[in-house]
């Protein structure tokens, strides 16, 4: 039909933790949405996966964003932009990007992840 019905799922080390609202029949979403979770020391990445609902079946993914705790230490003050979206099946071509804000907050101790999820393309 031309457009889709995208939501993101956000995993912590393949847990997923957070669901965003589905925004429907478009290609171009806008979330807006903010979320903030406790990271364990010991996690290795945080995904965000872009999906689209179907009503009638299985719903399809889109793409997915991978951020990595070796990532996240590159930009102590956090990242905030437009990143590509990697595909999850490697049969299936993906195209697409993310526009997100990522930030860590707190002491190692007690270190929270708010992560933006703004809009898609």
Do not use: N
Request: proline share 4%; hydrophobic share 35%; net charge negative.
């Amino acid at each position: 039909t031309g457009s889709s019905d995208p939501y993101c799922i956000v995993k912590i080390d393949d847990e997923a933790i957070i669901r965003t609202a589905t925004v429907w029949k478009t290609l171009s979403p806008f979330w807006g949405e903010e979320y903030e979770v406790h990271l364990q020391p010991t996690f290795h990445s945080v995904s965000i996966y872009v999906m689209d609902e179907d009503a009638l079946s299985r719903d399809d993914v889109i793409g997915k964003v991978c951020i990595t705790r070796d990532m996240l230490a590159e930009h102590p003050k956090g990242y905030s932009g437009w990143v590509s979206l990697s595909e999850v099946d490697p049969d299936e071509e993906v195209q697409g990007e993310i526009h997100l804000r990522v930030e860590v907050l707190g002491s190692r101790g007690g270190r929270r992840l708010r992560c933006t999820v703004l809009e898609a393309r």
